[in-house]
């Protein structure tokens, strides 16, 4: 083999080496933007909550102030218009508090499916430089073959000199 026959070689295989070592980058690339996928759709999920948890001490506090303006005016917390209004203070903090729940839920499925789709991509990218890389080099290895790259090197024929020519006549140029 001569030198750019291993010049050649060398350089396919670096090519195929960092073909592939550019898709298991890209698949630790997609990886790590799942995770902090799965990191912001948690937080996203914990205001969620909490949300739900100042929602009903909204509530609470609203029934405390019904329940302590009730007593201070002498009427019983457990009946009427202060019964009702408690009643309704907890009503609307059951909403608030199933909204919360809900849009918890929903961060939930929507963090689990771009996690899901990030990891495929990085499985993907993975796999991608794998047979960019082998493809890559097969395609290669045939030029060289068809160029003759890896033909055993033909043995020179002789040049003629210059005592060869002597005596003959020369012939019509061109």
């Known amino acids: 083999m001569n030198f750019f026959t291993i010049l050649s070689v060398a350089s396919s295989l670096s090519q195929a080496f960092v073909s592939y070592q ?20 948690e937080q996203e999920k914990v205001k969620a909550k909490e949300q739900g948890v100042q929602a009903l001490k909204k509530a609470n506090k609203t029934i405390g102030t019904l329940v302590a303006s009730a007593a201070s005016a002498g009427v019983l917390s457990t009946t009427g218009s202060v019964m009702l209004g408690q009643t309704m203070s907890l009503r609307a903090a059951a909403e608030d508090i199933n909204t919360a729940q809900f849009n918890a839920r929903i961060l939930d499925n929507f963090g689990v499916i771009e996690y899901n789709n990030l990891k495929a991509a990085g499985e993907i990218q993975q796999q ?47």
């Open 22 to 41: 550019q898709g298991l980058a890209m698949k630790a690339y997609y990886d790590s933007q799942a995770d902090l996928t799965r990191l912001k759709y």
């Open 128 to 174: 991608s430089g794998a047979l960019s890389a082998i493809s890559g080099l097969g395609t290669d290895l045939v030029s060289m073959t068809e160029s003759g790259l890896f033909s055993p090197d033909p043995t020179p024929t002789p040049t003629p000199n210059y005592r060869s020519f002597i005596g003959q006549t020369r012939g019509p140029r061109g």
